[in-house]
Every structure is written in structure tokens, then in C-alpha cells.
């Protein structure tokens, strides 16, 4: 089983992110869930989303504490929050910044991708909206899911022309993460 958290900004689409990418797995036959942690959050607040996937049923049903990957929205949450917190020996960061995996300091025992996905986002759509961009990244790095499947579910999710655009965003930002090694 492959567990993902998802650590953004209230309104950044974490909560999306963590939907669309149960549904492509879905769509690929696997077995999925896909829930927010929620408080008393608000646009901008710091908000985690979580992901399983498995290719049999899946039987937890609590939050993820020990997670394989780790994706961050918003890396303005390095350092108020600890992204690391639980990760897997051994699991990956993927972050969204302009800035070199080496860069960020974050620890040892796992790897660091790094993919300035507002620039892309802001290239391609205009808008620093950047869930389906992350996708994109966590495809291309986890081979969870194929990108092909993304395009199918973020095109059902957000209708014809929105879809295309963030379909567009997110195989963007498969061309564009670095990783530390």
C-alpha cells in the first residue's frame, strides 16, 4: 500500500489533489480512499489531505501517520509545520519551489524532488493553482498512478476546457522536477 499526505493552504486544492488521484487509481482498478483533515481551518490555514492506495481492499480507515510520500503545496509550510513528521525511511518529498532539493534542508533518510509548479501553473493557466501540477510530479516520481489516468480524471473533474488546462499543468510539471541525488 502506498500512503500519501498532502500538506497546502486552505483553498489550494490539497483536498482536490488527494480526490482526483484516489479516482485516477481507480480508473487503473486499484483500491483507494481519499479524506481531509479538517479543523477549524480557513482559506490559508495550513490543511492535510490523505491518500491510500492499494491493489486489494483496503481495511484502515484512520488518519496516515507513517506516510511513503509527502507533498507539499505551499513551501512556505517548511518549518511552522513538520512535513516530515511520521515519513518512511527511505520515502519522498516532493515540494513545490523554485529552489534545488539540497536547498531545503529538510533532513535525512529520505528523497527530495523539488518542481516550481507555480511557475508552471502561472505559465500554462495564468493562476498559481497548483494541486494538479503537483500530480503531475507525483506520477512521474511514484509511478502510483499514470498520467494517462490523471488526464482522464482531472478532464471528467473539471469539464472540457478547465480540464485541458490543468491537464496541460500537471504533464508540465513532469518535465520540470528535480531530484537531489
Known sequence: MLEIRFHGR???????AGELLAKAA???????QSFPKFGVERRGAPVQSYCRIDGERIKIHQELYEPDV???????LIGPVDITSGL?????????????????????GFEVYTVDATSVAMEIMGKPIVNTAMLGSLSKITGVVKGESLVEEVMHHFGEKLGKTNADVMMGCC???LNGD
Open 10 to 16: 486552505g483553498g489550494q486544492g490539497a483536498v482536490t
Open 26 to 32: 481507480g480508473r487503473e482498478g486499484k483500491w483507494s
Open 70 to 76: 509527502v507533498v507539499v503545496l505551499d513551501s512556505s
Open 88 to 108: 518512511k525511511e527511505g520515502g519522498k518529498v516532493i515540494v513545490n519551489t523554485g529552489k534545488k532539493p539540497e536547498e531545503l534542508e529538510l533532513g535525512s
Open 175 to 177: 518535465e520540470k522536477t
